[in-house]
């Protein structure tokens, strides 16, 4: 049995619905802070937090416009955008809306003011963790943080990839039947946050970067190696940057300059593709179950999913229709007889 099948870390999942806007602020996990509701009307919220691993991802819904204040804990660091809003807000009394990305440093001020109707999502993570994964950015990681704190990132593509990215982990982790998280799962958890941080906060590589070369090509090649080496249990991007000696951020360039494609995005689809080999070779002989386990897919509804949107079809039609040979089986004539004379049915 192996350590994704024996131990697990507990997510603790809160959905809440409130009826004052203080009462809200207090419930917010990790936070000092101070909600005035300053429009008039029935105030009613909701709050949809998740914890696990020092990690904190929340979605706030508020029906009415309230002036924060406040703090996040110290030694993290805070994101959030806005996943629907009736106006803009004010951030530190500039204009926010949906294309802005904002950024909170542990301890740091909050001053914000929502619009008459708005829903935030967001997620907090230890300062430290932040700054293992941009260990080689330009310049210290705190400081960017700092800036941004002030001034918000304004990027359309990156607050969509923000937003895309909490909602799918929301609905990942709300959907569990319980609140055990497998290794694997926190280990592919760790990898989605982690590649969102790095693009966020030192953007795409440039056109230099992108181009191909021998060492890019190095790093991609023993990651793979190392990824099918572990393929029950898929190394996290911090082991792969490990193995390859490299920061996250250099994976992340050089998979984009030799694949076009993040290296958690990459490496899943190696294991994709391995799982579909295995279906086809051994087809009837093995459960999905089975297979997906030994190719590192612990949630079996999940792997399906992802199954279908590659190679767009489930993985029991594969081991059905393909089942015990790698190519096209060959067709020929049956030696029977039909009621009508020699039978002329192709038979596999």
């Excluded at 004052?20 to 709050?47: K, P, V």
């Excluded at 969102?196 to 030192?202: G, H, P, T, Y």
């Excluded at 249990?233 to 030799?258: G, W």
């Excluded at 020929?332 to 009621?339: A, D, I, T, V």
Aim: aromatic share 6%; net charge positive; glycine share 8%.
């Amino acid at each position: 049995m192996t350590t994704a099948e024996t131990e697990a870390t507990r997510a603790y999942r809160r959905d809440r619905e409130l009826l004052d806007s203080q009462d809200h602020a207090r419930e917010l996990a990790g936070w000092n802070q101070n909600y005035d509701q300053i429009s008039r009307g029935a105030f009613r919220s909701r709050l949809v937090e998740i914890e696990f691993d020092n990690f904190h991802i929340f979605q706030e819904e508020l029906s009415q416009a309230v002036f924060q204040t406040g703090q996040c804990s110290k030694d993290t660091v805070a994101l959030g955008v806005f996943s629907a809003m009736s106006g803009e807000a004010r951030w530190h009394g500039g204009a926010v809306g949906m294309d802005d990305v904002l950024f909170l440093e542990g301890q740091g001020e909050l001053v914000l003011t929502t619009p008459k109707t708005s829903s935030m999502m967001g997620f907090g993570l230890p300062t430290q963790q932040l700054e293992s994964w941009c260990d080689d950015m330009p310049g210290s990681t705190r400081e960017r943080v700092r800036r941004l704190s002030a001034s918000p990132l304004r990027d359309r593509q990156a607050a969509e990839s923000l937003r895309t990215s909490l909602t799918s982990l929301m609905g990942e982790l709300l959907h569990r039947p319980d609140d055990k998280l497998p290794v694997a799962v926190v280990r592919q958890l760790h990898d989605e946050l982690a590649a969102l941080i790095v693009k966020l906060l030192c953007g795409e590589p440039g056109k230099e970067e992108r181009r191909i070369t021998g060492k890019a090509k190095k790093v991609v090649q023993r990651a793979r190696a190392y990824a099918l080496d572990r393929r029950e249990e898929p190394p996290t991007m911090i082991d792969v940057c490990k193995h390859t000696y490299v920061s996250l951020r250099t994976l992340q360039n050089c998979f984009q300059a030799v694949l076009g494609e993040s290296p958690a995005t990459y490496l899943k689809m190696l294991r994709l593709n391995g799982a579909k080999r295995d279906l086809i070779k051994r087809g009837g002989n093995a459960l999905v179950s089975d297979i997906a386990a030994d190719w590192g897919f612990w949630h079996l509804s999940q792997f399906s999913s992802d199954y279908r949107r590659m190679f767009g079809e489930l993985p029991s039609a594969t081991r059905i229709m393909r089942g015990g040979s790698l190519v096209a089986p060959e067709r020929r004539e049956c030696r029977g007889r039909c009621s009508s004379g020699p039978c002329r049915r192709l038979q596999a």
